[in-house]
T-cell receptor
């Protein structure tokens, strides 16, 4: 089966940098994705890592260490609109099936 | 582009009735469609993977006879919750993989807006 762990909640102030960690246990690991979900809305794709290292996309970066079964999402220059839940998700066996972590609620304060 | 719709957006039904939820990729052909359910403040739980013209693959613990999935075309998949009970009340979300579009090494998944089911 699959197991993913994330912190349940994180609070930070506008303009700050926050890191959301994700550890996973799975067989047939293929890649780690990150999604953002605002209350009542659908998840939206943020980033994907299949290889070790850092992927940067604007204010968001994602990191993966396959040997440590660990990844993180880094959000820089936080804005109020970044307040949302963030999910890591593993894809397995190249079938593009996604298993989601429990989600981290990010609260951005003025 | 890459819009996925769901219908209805919300539904309230009586216990024992069946409810059908549609998932459509509006402007692209979907390689695969996925169905998830999400309880309040919890994660998305993958229920099943659906490929056009073939039987859906259900995740462990998901009742095939309770959650019927039909994938009639490359743009439409339906989830029918049969004999619904209050414990089936949840947020059901579908996603579609877009053929030929990849983010990094994986097919991009586009999520529908979700359907909130309340069973009385």
């Amino acid at each position: 089966g699959q197991s993913l762990e994330q912190p349940s909640e994180v609070t930070a102030v506008e303009g700050a940098i926050v890191q959301i960690n994700c550890t996973y246990q799975t067989s047939g690991f293929y890649g780690l994705s990150w999604y953002q979900q605002h209350d009542g809305g659908a998840p939206t794709f943020l980033s994907y890592n299949a290889l070790d290292g850092l992927e940067e996309t604007g204010r968001f970066s994602s990191f993966l260490s396959r040997s440590d079964s660990y990844g993180y999402l880094l959000l820089q220059e936080l804005q109020m609109k970044d307040s949302a839940s963030y999910f890591c998700a593993v894809s397995v066996y190249n079938f593009n099936k996604f298993y989601f972590g429990s989600g981290t609620k990010l609260n951005v304060k003025p | 582009g890459a819009v996925v719709s769901q219908h209805p957006s919300w539904v309230i039904c009586k216990s024992g009735t069946s409810v059908k939820i549609e998932c459509r990729s509006l402007d692209f052909q979907a390689t695969t469609m996925f169905w998830y359910r999400q309880f309040p403040k919890q994660s998305l739980m993958l229920m099943a993977t659906s490929n056009e013209g073939s039987k859906a693959t259900y995740e462990q613990g998901v009742e095939k006879d309770k959650f019927l999935i039909n994938h009639a075309s490359l743009t439409l998949s339906t989830l029918t919750v049969t004999s619904a009970h209050p414990e089936d009340s949840s947020f059901y979300i579908c996603s579609a993989s877009r053929r030929g579009h990849r983010d990094g090494g994986t097919d991009t998944q586009y999520f529908g807006p979700g359907t909130r089911l309340t069973v009385l």
